[in-house]
């Protein structure tokens, strides 16, 4: 078989299962790219923007909300980067750099703490509807009660990267988005990547949900409740990117000495990102990223493969073992959130076809 014909075949066993997702009204919409080392990107485009049958065709240079895969492509990132500087260790008490966190218990959390979600935050929505700017919603979140003792569990949480997000701002000097764009983004040609995007950029984005308490279909506005409330840009949601820049972002986590990857993140610390930093009943976790998780891994024999979701739809996997990556683009909260079972289905089959099961 010759590379070309490997790729087509690949490219039909993708395209397969995201007709299938269309069709099931899994999402309207999704792109999904597979990555290997020395080949072409395969990337495959599927359904339209909405359910209405004269909406656009989805595009592969569609942006889509990637929701929580800025904890790893944006947040993680950044720290791990502040640390090879020596900005920070990953030891230090978080209230070092926010004084609001310097109370009993909150003030034993590291930073080791936060990107482990270990940290002793509760999961689930802020209470925060009271607030009126962003600086009330900050506010709120450092004077968060913890539900366990820092270190001696592990609840996947928002709050512990928002302050991670801060954490970033208060060391460099700069808004997360504005340290991404030129640490991260920029250096890697991550055009389409973006928080808070342009009025100029929004015919390019992927809608989410309909939410009538703020105007209807939202294009171009974060879907997440806590980043819109932090208008916009924060450390666990936000983020806005289209499949091309993800790959390339994979292939820097994949081949960090390369040419291209524009010395983004040294090889230890990309090593120490994917090692085992927590064991539990649900799997694997290393440092922002997942490890060995089956929910939406499944057909991956690569012990080391790590990967993160996101609750508009999308996931992204890396194995380093067969030196590919798998991302998945969708907008499965259109026309509104459904339960995650179905999204988590299609992953897989994703990942499945991808791997050639």
């Given at each position: 078989?010759?590379?070309?014909?490997?790729?087509?075949?690949?490219?039909?066993?993708?395209?397969?299962?995201?007709?299938?997702?269309?069709?099931?009204?899994?999402?309207?919409?999704?792109?999904?790219?597979?990555?290997?080392?020395?080949?072409?990107?395969?990337?495959?485009?599927?359904?339209?923007?909405?359910?209405?049958?004269?909406?656009?065709?989805?595009?592969?240079?569609?942006i889509f909300d990637v929701a929580s895969l800025t904890k790893v492509v944006a947040?993680?990132?950044?720290?791990?980067?502040?640390?090879?500087?020596?900005?920070?260790?990953?030891?230090?008490?978080?209230?070092?750099?926010?004084?609001?966190?310097?109370?009993?218990?909150?003030?034993?959390?590291?930073?080791?703490?936060?990107?482990?979600?270990?940290?002793?935050?509760?999961?689930?929505?802020?209470?925060?509807?009271?607030?009126?700017?962003?600086?009330?919603?900050?506010?709120?979140?450092?004077?968060?009660?913890?539900?366990?003792?820092?270190?001696?569990?592990?609840?996947?949480?928002?709050?512990?990267?928002?302050?991670?997000?801060?954490?970033?701002?208060?060391?460099?000097?700069?808004?997360?988005?504005?340290?991404?764009?030129?640490?991260?983004?920029?250096?890697?040609?991550?055009?389409?990547?973006?928080?808070?995007?342009?009025?100029?950029?929004?015919?390019?984005?992927?809608?989410?949900?309909?939410?009538?308490?703020?105007?209807?279909?939202?294009?171009?506005?974060?879907?997440?409740?806590?980043?819109?409330?932090?208008?916009?840009?924060?450390?666990?949601?936000?983020?806005?990117?289209?499949?091309?820049?993800?790959?390339?972002?994979?292939?820097?986590?994949?081949?960090?000495?390369?040419?291209?990857?524009?010395?983004?993140?040294?090889?230890?610390?990309?090593?120490?990102?994917?090692?085992?930093?927590?064991?539990?009943?649900?799997?694997?976790?290393?440092?922002?990223?997942?490890?060995?998780?089956?929910?939406?891994?499944?057909?991956?024999?690569?012990?080391?493969?790590?990967?993160?979701?996101?609750?508009?739809?999308?996931?992204?996997?890396?194995?380093?073992?067969?030196?590919?990556?798998m991302i998945l683009l969708s907008n499965r909260v259109h026309p509104v959130r459904?339960?995650?079972?179905?999204?988590?289905?299609?992953?897989?089959?994703?990942?499945?076809?991808?791997?050639?099961?």
């Amino acid at each position: 078989m010759t590379l070309d014909e490997d790729s087509d075949r690949l490219r039909a066993r993708v395209l397969a299962v995201l007709e299938e997702a269309v069709s099931d009204r899994v999402f309207p919409c999704a792109v999904a790219a597979v990555v290997r080392k020395g080949r072409d990107d395969v990337i495959v485009a599927c359904g339209r923007e909405t359910y209405d049958p004269s909406a656009q065709g989805v595009t592969s240079d569609a942006i889509f909300d990637v929701a929580s895969l800025t904890k790893v492509v944006a947040t993680t990132t950044a720290v791990m980067q502040l640390a090879e500087a020596g900005e920070l260790r990953l030891g230090d008490n978080a209230w070092r750099f926010i004084p609001q966190l310097d109370r009993s218990p909150v003030r034993e959390i590291t930073i080791f703490q936060l990107l482990t979600h270990t940290a002793g935050f509760p999961g689930g929505e802020i209470r925060h509807r009271h607030c009126r700017t962003r600086a009330d919603v900050l506010d709120a979140i450092f004077a968060s009660d913890l539900v366990y003792s820092p270190g001696s569990r592990r609840i996947y949480d928002d709050l512990s990267f928002i302050i991670l997000g801060c954490i970033v701002e208060k060391i460099s000097g700069l808004s997360l988005s504005d340290y991404c764009g030129e640490r991260i983004f920029r250096p890697l040609k991550m055009s389409d990547t973006m928080f808070a995007p342009a009025l100029q950029t929004r015919h390019r984005i992927i809608p989410t949900e309909i939410d009538d308490d703020r105007g209807g279909l939202l294009r171009g506005t974060v879907h997440d409740d806590n980043a819109y409330r932090l208008d916009g840009v924060a450390g666990h949601a936000g983020m806005f990117s289209t499949v091309g820049d993800l790959c390339t972002f994979v292939r820097m986590i994949l081949s960090p000495r390369s040419e291209n990857a524009s010395g983004i993140l040294s090889e230890r610390s990309i090593a120490l990102m994917r090692a085992p930093h927590w064991r539990d009943a649900d799997g694997e976790y290393g440092l922002g990223w997942d490890r060995r998780q089956s929910r939406y891994m499944n057909g991956i024999e690569d012990r080391d493969a790590i990967g993160h979701t996101g609750f508009t739809g999308t996931s992204m996997v890396v194995s380093p073992a067969s030196e590919s990556a798998m991302i998945l683009l969708s907008n499965r909260v259109h026309p509104v959130r459904t339960d995650r079972a179905e999204i988590d289905r299609v992953r897989c089959r994703f990942i499945e076809a991808a791997i050639g099961g």
